[in-house]
């Protein structure tokens, strides 16, 4: 992938939703998520509410036609949740490889797992029990292995953990050798 712009990125990721009454366009919606979550914001309403205060000169470098408004947190939401995370963690993930750096001639990754407190899966567990699952949809928070460049700090890859399983098996995927 070239040197593009993140807005490039995006605007190559199909868009899920039905044409008929979409109003915003995808890229645009994902540039106000990436410069919400970058500012700081930690829900999907406070990336809304940081995307209210921003000028019209910088709602129009992220895509937005001037005169159109801002998309709510409910399209904002929608957009997110119907990506396939996968494609999209993909993209972004090539995008970033082109911004690493080396120390010394060398590419330095760290590797480190992390479960992601206050997260909820797709698929509820029935019986309630909150300890059950975690890496794969069982009802747990999911534990992620992620692969970061010490260079710039940017996550280059990330695997999510099986369920009862030890981080060795998904750093062998993240690195893709047997």
Do not use: Y
């Not at 690493?100 to 019986?127: F, W």
């Not at 460049?149 to 990330?158: E, K, R």
Request: hydrophobic share 40%.
């Amino acid at each position: 992938m070239s040197r593009q712009p993140l807005t490039g990125v995006f605007a190559t990721v199909p868009d899920p939703r039905r044409r008929r009454g979409v109003r915003h366009r995808l890229d645009a919606v994902l540039a106000l998520a990436a410069v919400g979550v970058l500012a700081g914001c930690r829900t999907l309403l406070a990336i809304w509410e940081h995307a209210r205060d921003l000028t019209p000169g910088q709602l129009r470098d992220l895509g937005l036609p001037q005169g159109r408004g801002v998309p709510s947190e409910s399209t904002i939401r929608r957009a997110l949740a119907g990506l396939d995370a996968g494609d999209f963690d993909a993209r972004v993930a090539s995008w970033v490889l082109t911004r690493t750096g080396t120390i010394g001639g060398r590419l330095v990754i760290a590797v480190d797992g992390k479960t992601m407190r206050g997260a909820k899966p797709k698929n509820n567990n029935s019986s309630g029990n909150a300890d059950e699952g975690g890496g794969d949809g069982g009802g747990g928070a999911p534990h992620l292995l992620s692969a970061l460049d010490q260079g710039t700090g940017a996550v280059v890859a990330q695997q999510r953990v099986a369920d009862k399983t030890s981080e060795i098996p998904a750093l062998r995927d993240l690195a893709g050798t047997p």
